[in-house]
């Protein structure tokens, strides 16, 4: 009987420790998401920084499963209907944000510029028979009086953090994704109820009037979204000095613009930030958890490394890797503030890239390097006779090293100069032009309903556990 007792406490402890990470349990959800990031990108940043046998914040979560990406019209999606997928639970075609099956990609939106005002005269060419949106799960959450935030190292209006609180048939239509999300004003997005509470990315140029300091580009409509959200009770912050001073009371709503990087209007890369400057994306979540959680009914968080992306599209290894650390220290940063019986993280990625990892290098060898022989630990040489790095790309922009008869890289530094870009072995476009990759990706899960995200399953699957864990 004592024996069958010990058994039976036993028993006891452990079905009380998995109701608190039992279905409907999350009080809170943190979605973090690496745009680009796929498992190449994933291992080659693990040894970046932690060396082969280290692991990344990302890799201790317990839970892990399979993505598969493809979109509703293409084997290899874009960032549009595999982060729709993930907030929708809908298959959308490519470019579209948060829109139903039957919507089309209608439009170029690609601001064109006008001769005489210098700013696009397009904000919006869909037509309103063209598809309706579907919730968000960002909305949904708004609607059970919880707390929302979008956070991303890209522009704001860019397609990862627009489909969480905005619909449109094309994803560059973004003067109209940027007035959804103001409240009250024209065009916003109704489900928003009083707004998003904390909006923090990259870019000015969409959400204030046309003007000549900020790169020639501003608002077509004369609009200043950045009062209208003053005037509705946001704190504006632009860099790190106004970030620092935002209060963090519970009620706060935030508006967060950094134009430092000047690049598209994306923030910096982490290789190029400035720390005096801009805050980092660990100290945005940080932030951003501070605020959210004062909320009684909780809080649904989404936030984005949205530059891994982009150095992946310039075959720059370096700072797709710095990016991807920097990411993994955001995980890291909300780990470190949030009660895992109550909130869930979930991290993963939208899609893969074409970056692959090559060689037999000997253990150690500098990932960003040039590939060795285990043996001898000299440089391994190609058919040509000349070295190469452990790091390429299968398809790619035109650059100095990208030549039928290639360079020989014996003494050119491909391990510590930020601005190499990689091998690749279908010349496209110029450079940038490197394509997503269709492969599966990765996803790891921690906390309140974490137990169900596992095996190999489709993006929009993730959709249906995240509503499920917050118990909608």
């Known amino acids: 009987m004592k024996h069958t007792f010990k058994l039976s406490v036993a028993a006891l402890a452990l079905t009380s420790a998995l109701s608190a990470f039992a279905d409907g349990e999350a009080k809170n959800v943190i979605f973090f998401l690496g745009d680009g990031m796929g498992p190449v990108t994933v291992t080659a940043s693990r040894i970046y920084k932690y060396g082969e046998a280290g692991k990344l914040t990302m890799e201790t979560l317990g839970r892990t499963a399979r993505v598969k990406t493809y979109s509703l019209d293409a084997q290899t999606t874009d960032s549009a209907p595999s982060m729709g997928a993930y907030m929708t639970g809908v298959k959308s075609r490519n470019e579209v944000v948060s829109m139903d099956a039957t919507t089309k990609a209608q439009g ?6 006008d001769a005489t005002t210098g700013v696009s005269s397009a904000v919006n060419n869909c037509t309103t028979t ?5 919730p968000t799960l960002l909305e ?14 890209a522009r704001l209006t860019h397609a990862t953090p627009a489909i969480t609180y905005s619909h449109i048939c094309n994803r560059n239509a973004e003067y109209d994704i940027a007035r959804q999300a103001v409240p009250g004003g ?4 109704a489900a928003l109820g ?6 923090m990315g990259g870019d000015s140029r969409y959400w204030v009037p046309f003007n000549t300091t900020i790169a020639g580009k501003g608002r077509p409509d004369g609009r200043n979204l950045v009062q209208e959200l003053k005037d509705k009770g946001y704190n504006y912050v632009n860099d790190l000095t106004t970030f620092n001073a935002a ?4 009620g706060t709503k935030i508006i967060g613009l950094f134009d430092q990087a000047l690049s598209e209007g994306h923030m910096s890369y982490e290789l190029d930030r400035n720390p005096a400057l801009e805050p ?8 951003s958890i501070d605020i959210l959680s004062k909320n009684t009914n909780g809080y649904f968080l989404m936030v984005e490394g949205g530059r891994i992306d982009h150095a992946l599209h310039g075959t720059n290894a370096m700072r797709a890797l710095a990016d991807t650390i920097a990411f993994d220290d955001a995980i890291k940063a909300a780990l470190d503030k949030v009660d895992l019986t109550n909130t869930l993280i979930v991290v993963t990625a939208d899609h893969d890239h074409t970056m692959a990892f090559n060689g037999y290098s000997h253990l150690g060898n500098n990932i960003l390097g040039k590939t060795t022989d285990y043996r001898t630990k000299n440089l391994a040489k190609a058919a040509d006779g000349k070295p190469y790095t452990t790091l390429v790309f299968g398809n790619g922009g035109a650059a100095a090293q990208r030549k039928d008869v290639r360079d020989d890289l014996t003494n050119v530094d491909t391990a510590f100069n930020k601005n190499y870009l990689q091998d690749v072995g279908v010349m496209l476009g110029g450079v940038g032009s490197e394509t997503h990759g269709g492969g599966d990706v990765m996803l790891f899960a921690k906390g309140a309903g974490s137990a169900n995200f596992k095996g190999t399953i489709d993006n929009t699957k ?11």
């Open 140 to 153: 949904q959450a708004i609607a059970k009086n919880k707390a929302t935030g979008v956070v991303s190292t």
């Open 247 to 250: 209060p963090s009371a519970a």
């Open 130 to 134: 063209n598809g309706a949106a579907v």
């Open 194 to 199: 009083t707004g998003v509470d904390v909006l």
């Open 108 to 113: 170029a939106f690609r601001p064109s510029t």
């Open 462 to 472: 993730v959709y249906t556990l995240l509503k499920k864990a917050f118990g909608f």
């Open 280 to 287: 980092s994306l660990a100290q945005m979540t940080a932030r």
């Open 186 to 189: 024209a065009g916003y997005n």
